[in-house]
């Protein structure tokens, strides 16, 4: 036994898509089938040199405390 299920694409639904029955009735929406967010290139741009100045900082201060390490430790 076989179990005829047809998935359309409503314009309407954003995205979201209407999984209909065997019988050919409107079944409920399926959000699982929704198209992912992205995001606008402004704010990738802005998260990406938040994420390089942190590094940035991160690496320095890392560098900072070895550099005292080591020249404190030779005497």
Known sequence: MTTNITITKQSGL???????GPDGSGG?????L?????????LWFIALWCFGVASAMALGFAFKLLMNATLFAVK
């Open 14 to 20: 954003n995205g979201m898509s209407r999984v209909s």
């Open 28 to 32: 409920a929406l399926d959000t699982s």
């Open 34 to 42: 929704a198209r992912p967010r992205k995001l606008p290139g402004w």
